[in-house]
């Protein structure tokens, strides 16, 4: 893969991890665990804290996760951005705002550093 296809990968990735984290913000967790590796070597750290280990930990803590937000938007400043050929990573401030998070109605905001890795899988 050349320079320019490995940026443009990378770039299209970051696109759709970004809109997934939007739909989160609304309760939809179904495109962020479409991002995820299905394996046992999946991981996720939170910041409402704890972490998950292993698909089916991290899928059932997204679904727990979705139905705590409703009427939201979330965006990213960029901190760094590390490319190799079999992996990425970013770092970003993720600046959620939310009519309702949990039970609590009104605006929730909040922002988190955030850390995400992407290795390829089976090519």
Known sequence: M?????????????AR???????VAN???SAIKALYSLTSEATS????GGYE???????????WAGGRFKGGTV????IS???TPAMFYVTDIETFENQ?????????????????IFCREAG
């Open 17 to 23: 991890l970004h809109q997934a984290m939007a739909r």
């Open 53 to 63: 280990k292993g698909w089916e930990a991290v899928s059932r803590r997204w679904d």
């Open 75 to 78: 965006r990213h400043e960029n």
């Open 100 to 116: 309702r998070v949990a039970d609590v109605e009104g605006i929730t905001g909040w922002s988190n550093r955030v850390t995400h």
């Open 45 to 48: 750290f939170y910041g409402w």
């Open 2 to 14: 050349s320079k320019e296809e490995l940026d443009a990968s990378v770039s299209a990735a970051i």
């Open 81 to 83: 951005k590390v490319i």
């Open 27 to 29: 309760g939809d967790v």
